[in-house]
């Protein structure tokens, strides 16, 4: 980041307050006094001719013109070359002095309406002063504060808080905070990714773009698909006494939820034997829980509960599968009855792991 500000250049003082001829005249006056020049930004072209004539009623010391970008070319030279001679001091404009004006002598900016300007739209106007060792002022000047949007406070508090040198870069990071992100794959200017944390965006962000590239449209409700959430009845996890680093447990955990192919879980296997030795019972568990994850994302499932004596499962509302299926396999096995309108039980012991993993397994295979 470039925080550092040219020698001897002072940060801008900025203050807003509602419209007041006295603010005006008296911001005015401060910097006719001292030699300089001012900008008043009123950006409605159809009544900046009016605002200039009030000016020059309540201004009599000042040389006033006018600058806006539906003058010719040519009168709008002459304008800004009188501008940066001096030969005018108080210049009323429109936003055209936004970008390629850098006149020294101006150190005073009064901005009529400064609620209708985005946060960064004020930033880039309020550095078109200060360009030189002269203290600076910027006044944004607005209705009464019961007439402002939430959003307008919200700018211009933080413009006015950030006019330290070298702050663009976290004026710009509010702005965000503001408005919002944004959305991808949409129009509206919403959503905040830190809700959610950049991995998991990034992953709905693929899910999102996979589905329509499908041609599907993708689901809102469960933006990564089937997550199914398995319970054995027995400890799954990687225990200390196997895998000492807490750090390293954790990338192990993340790399198991990120495997999408048995084939690779297959290869995660064997490299926890090879670096750690061979498995205990809660770390197979760990590997059984994450193996009937993929199967169970196939069949849509969103609950297995497998324990001792029964094993339930959970369904999505609409599986990806006949329904036909699952009623005949029901009225062929008497241990496999309904539940409830998305849920089966099968009534069969498994007092081991293993047994219970493979009810499960055997209850998808034959669901084919």
Known sequence: ?????????????????????????????????????????????????TTAERLAQLLPEARIAVAHGQMGERELEHVMRDFY?????????????????????????????ADRFGLAQLHQLRGRVGRSHHQAYAYLL????????AQAKKRLEAIQLMEDLGSGFYLAMHDLEIR????????????????????????????????????CEPDLSEPLGVTTEINLHSPSRLPETYCSDV???????????SVDTTDELDLMREELVDRFGPAPESVQALIACHRLRL?????????IDAGPERTTLQFVKQPPFDAGKLILLVQRDGRIRFAGP???????AAPTLEERVAVVRDFFARLK
């Open 85 to 113: 001679a001096q030969r005018v001091n108080l210049l009323v404009c429109s936003t055209i002095i936004e970008t390629g004006i850098d006149v020294p002598t101006a150190n005073t900016m009064i901005i009529d309406r």
């Open 295 to 303: 199967l169970a994302k196939e069949k849509g499932v969103v609950k």
């Open 247 to 257: 750090h390293e447990r954790l990338v192990l955990y993340k790399r198991l939820a």
């Open 180 to 215: 919002g992100a944004g959305e991808v794959l949409g129009e509206e200017q919403s959503g905040e990714m830190q809700q959610v944390g950049f991995q998991l965006y990034a992953d709905m962000l693929k899910a999102t773009v996979s589905a329509l590239r499908a041609g």
């Open 342 to 348: 998305d849920r089966i039980r099968i009534g069969q």
């Open 142 to 149: 607005t209705p009464p504060e019961d007439a402002l949007s």
């Open 1 to 49: 980041m470039i925080a550092t500000a040219p020698e001897r250049r002072l940060a801008i003082k900025t203050f807003v307050a509602p419209f007041s001829v006295g603010i005006v005249r008296e911001a005015a006056l401060r910097e006719l006094k001292r030699g300089g020049q001012i900008y008043f930004l009123h950006n409605d072209i159809d009544t900046i001719r």
